[in-house]
């Protein structure tokens, strides 16, 4: 079965998980899906993920991170969606509750969070925000 939207998928995933108190949960495969869990890894939003080959496609185990029983991640909001996609400028990267949240961005560059992309100098489709 195919996903029209897959990164919304993982994002309700992720979302859910946390409502839940889990401790991971587990998210179809996709090389864009591993660049978004790398740079909400890199700023410590999630404890670890791992790729899990099962079949052709595989799954991401995320193993969620809580500070002192509360969930790191408080949001997660999908931006451009495929009936509407969302474009940055460079000059125009937008900053997530003034820097304390991160925007993904797809750029020419690879997949990017708002702070590389503005250091790299280069915009590109707003995928999600996270705080």
């Given at each position: 079965m195919s996903l029209s939207d897959p990164i919304a998928n993982m994002l309700t995933i992720i979302r859910n998980g946390m409502q839940a108190k889990k401790d991971s949960v587990d998210v179809p495969a996709s090389k864009l899906?591993?660049?978004?869990?790398?740079?909400?890894?890199?700023?410590?939003?999630?404890?670890?993920?791992?790729?899990?080959?099962?079949?052709?496609?595989?799954?991401?185990?995320?193993?969620?991170?809580?500070?002192?029983?509360k969930p790191s991640i408080i949001g997660l909001k999908r931006i451009s969606k495929p009936g509407l996609r969302v474009y940055a400028p460079q000059d125009k990267?937008?900053?997530?509750?003034?820097?304390?949240?991160?925007?993904?961005?797809?750029?020419?560059?690879?997949?990017?969070?708002?702070?590389?992309?503005?250091?790299?100098?280069?915009?590109?489709?707003?995928?999600?925000?996270?705080?």
């Open positions: 899906i591993g660049k978004i869990l790398e740079i909400f890894k890199n700023d410590d939003y999630l404890e670890d993920f791992r790729l899990m080959k099962n079949n052709i496609q595989g799954t991401y185990k995320i193993y969620l991170r809580y500070e002192s029983q990267i937008p900053r997530v509750l003034n820097g304390l949240g991160t925007a993904v961005l797809s750029t020419s560059k690879g997949v990017l969070s708002g702070t590389e992309a503005r250091k790299q100098k280069v915009g590109g489709e707003v995928l999600c925000y996270i705080w």
